[in-house]
């Protein structure tokens, strides 16, 4: 042979086996590396975990409910509100039974039980998200901040969950379908000697009955 042909030969050999060698490199599953290795190799594998994890919870939507929210995307469900949350827990397929959704709005005079105007428009989206889904059940939970006589609060919390379940009901909701609960000063989430605490604590949450 020749000596430019043995050295084009050669030059052949080693981009053959350095392409060989990329392709398997490539197919080789790519193992988990931990911070201390690799901090920034550490946060794309979790960052890969949690896609995974988003595309199966989607997964789970089945096609009935998809067709569903798709009859309801033409409503503008305000930011923060009971209403957009409890949308978008539906379209990310979350367990609904588990989760519990804080009414933005649903602020009520001291000591007082009566709905006001400025609450309508909240508890109106989430009756509309409610008669696209028929089969939910609903529990509503009103909770009072956490000072004066229990009782009292007790009593309030229960007219004010029952004042909202009226409400909905107004709107075309089922009675059957829920459930009023006044909890009083039970499950604080805040202290109750800061006034932001005790803001807090006073809130009305709607959560899923369990079937």
Do not use: W
Not at 12 to 17: A, G, N, Q
């Amino acid at each position: 042979m020749r000596p430019h042909h043995r050295l084009f030969f050669t030059r052949l050999c080693f981009f053959v086996l350095l392409f060989i060698s990329i392709a398997c490199k490539n197919q080789v599953e790519k193992e988990p590396v931990s911070a201390e290795e690799d901090p920034i190799g550490a946060i794309e594998d979790m960052l890969d975990e949690t896609k995974a994890l988003a595309k199966e919870e989607a997964a789970e939507v089945d096609e009935e409910t998809l067709k569903t929210l798709e009859s309801l995307r033409q409503e503008h469900f305000a930011e923060g509100t009971a209403g957009q949350k409890l949308y978008q827990a539906i379209d990310a397929g979350k367990d609904l039974s588990i989760e519990v959704f804080l009414f933005k709005t649903l602020n009520f005079d001291v000591d007082k039980a009566e709905v006001l105007p400025s609450m309508q428009p909240e508890l109106q989206q989430v009756a509309k998200i409610l008669k696209a889904f028929p089969k939910f059940k609903i529990e509503i939970g009103a909770h009072t901040e956490g000072v004066g006589d229990l009782i009292l609060n007790l009593t309030l919390s229960q007219d004010r969950a029952s004042a909202v379940v009226e409400t909905l009901s107004k709107m075309g909701i089922a009675k059957s379908r829920m459930r009023a609960t006044g909890y009083g000063d039970e499950y604080p989430v805040a202290d109750v000697e800061m006034m932001e605490g005790r803001m807090a604590n006073e809130r009305v949450e709607l959560t899923f009955l369990k079937k």
